[in-house]
């Protein structure tokens, strides 16, 4: 395959300034030739996409995605979750372990890893559970998790709130050279709360979730990691009070690392409108305040990466009611163009706004670093693993017409910036924007997984 005529956006090229526009060849999955325009002859049979006014950038890797598979298939399973990753650039995503069952003995484990092999259109990193079916006293088999592919161990959505029991699973993961994934809350603190603490919430009857229930639990869970001195990740980092407790435990050189999401960065609880349960999350939409304390450490750095935490539920649930419905929302197809619309776009300060290639770290080289896997880069010699990004197409996100198999999103309806037209796993098309194939210039061999 040959791509030709695109703007690459290395996340390792040194400085902010956009590269020259280059072709790139593709064999046998693997980069084979970068070139400026017009120096790559076209080769018999090689499939030819034109890349004109596209950005060429690595696959995308998500730490944070529910795929739902085994017993809620019926909200999303790894096939239409992987093209729903595809959709938005993705190429690798980390599944979480909070399945039905949960992913915490080697027998599901092994049976999780035959439906990814089966259905996954992209890479899949599964999680393992922490403690035995997510209840916070015994500890799985981590090791044989380890050994079988876990990439990491979280019982995400439900935190540990016994501390002996977070040290100890600390002290396993770094035994085996692991991670351990928090899901920081303190479920006492944040009660029968639907909605960030705020005078919105009062205003709509709802009970509210204090920042305090993060922070809390961070605050905690930071003074196991002094003692360990294993590494901890914490995901979806919500509110100002917890940066400023992860910002003092990196400064103190504790191997912590956190994410937040695209829906944090871009919506609050003062825009939540009615009962609409497609705004309900956890942790919740917060205040304008703390979304701009989100924005500058992103910037700083204190926030390393950015994770979509796609939550697929079905309509039937979602329409239960704010207090009834399960928290939750999908954004895979969306992340990408809305975080670099609200972190590099002309609403923020010049001063303040994260370069493209800043933004682009935030979804390939940070998340690999935290996991500890291979860093994407655009050179000669890395998998192919590439997506296509259309800066300029203006477009309506329609949930009901969108990849995943749930419409949960609290940005249907949309006007949104920016378009993944094309992604490759391997070489291999994963995912394809329709009007983009009237930029093949020729299809013959085209492998189409």
């Keep these: 395959m040959l791509i030709k005529n695109c703007q690459p956006c290395d996340p390792n090229f040194k400085g902010d300034k956009k590269a020259e526009l280059c072709d790139i060849r593709i064999d046998n999955g693997i980069i084979s030739a970068i070139e400026k325009c017009g120096k790559l002859v076209i080769k018999d049979s090689e499939t030819v996409f034109d890349g004109e006014n596209l950005w060429l950038l690595p696959g995308f890797i998500d730490l944070h995605t529910h795929l739902r598979d085994l017993g809620q298939s019926a909200k999303e399973d790894v096939a239409t979750g992987t093209l ?9 995503v980390v599944a979480m372990a909070n399945t039905v069952p949960p992913i915490d003995n080697a027998a599901i484990f092994t049976k999780l890893l035959q439906i990814i092999k089966e259905k996954a259109l992209i890479e899949v990193l599964p999680i393992a559970c922490v403690t035995q079916n997510m209840a916070g006293s015994e500890l799985t088999e981590m090791a044989i998790l380890s050994q079988l592919g876990a990439v990491a161990f979280s019982d995400d959505g439900l935190p540990l709130s016994n501390l002996a029991v977070m040290r100890r699973a600390l002290e396993q993961s770094k035994a085996l050279g692991s991670l351990i994934v928090s899901h920081p809350e303190d479920k006492d603190l944040s009660g029968a709360g639907t909605m960030n603490e705020s005078v919105y919430a009062t205003a709509k009857g709802l009970a509210g979730v204090t920042t305090a229930s993060e922070a809390a639990c961070i605050a905690r869970e930071i003074e196991v990691v002094r003692v360990t001195g294993a590494a901890l990740h914490f995901a979806h980092v919500s ?5 400023k407790l992860i910002e003092r435990a990196k400064a103190d050189g504790l191997p912590v690392t956190c994410d937040t999401t695209p829906h944090h960065l871009t919506l609050t609880d003062s825009e939540i409108p009615g009962y609409d349960a497609n705004f309900k999350m956890n942790p919740p939409l917060r205040s304008k305040h703390d979304q701009d304390a989100l924005v500058q450490a992103l910037k700083s750095g204190v926030i390393d990466a950015i994770a979509t935490d796609h939550a697929p539920h079905t309509m039937a649930e979602k329409e239960k009611g704010f207090n009834g419905a399960p ?30 290639l800043e933004v682009v770290r935030k979804f390939t080289t940070a998340p690999a670093r935290i996991l500890g896997i291979t860093e994407p880069n655009l050179k000669v010699g890395a998998a192919a693993n590439l997506s296509l990004f259309d800066p300029a197409d203006h477009w309506c996100y329609n949930a009901r017409k969108a990849t995943s198999k749930s419409e949960n999103s609290p940005f249907n309806g949309r006007m949104i910036k920016g378009r993944t ?15 983009a194939t009237s930029r093949w210039l020729a299809i013959e061999g085209l492998a189409l997984k």
């Design 84 to 92: 729903a990753a595809a959709s938005g650039g993705y190429t690798t």
């Design 421 to 435: 037209v094309l992604t490759l796993w391997g070489g291999k098309v994963a995912y394809q924007h329709e009007p």
């Design 239 to 243: 509110a100002s009070a917890s940066i």
């Design 327 to 356: 928290c939750g929302v999908i954004g895979l197809e969306t992340a990408f163009a809305l975080c670099l619309e609200r972190l590099a776009g002309e609403s923020l300060p010049a001063t303040e706004r994260l370069s493209l």
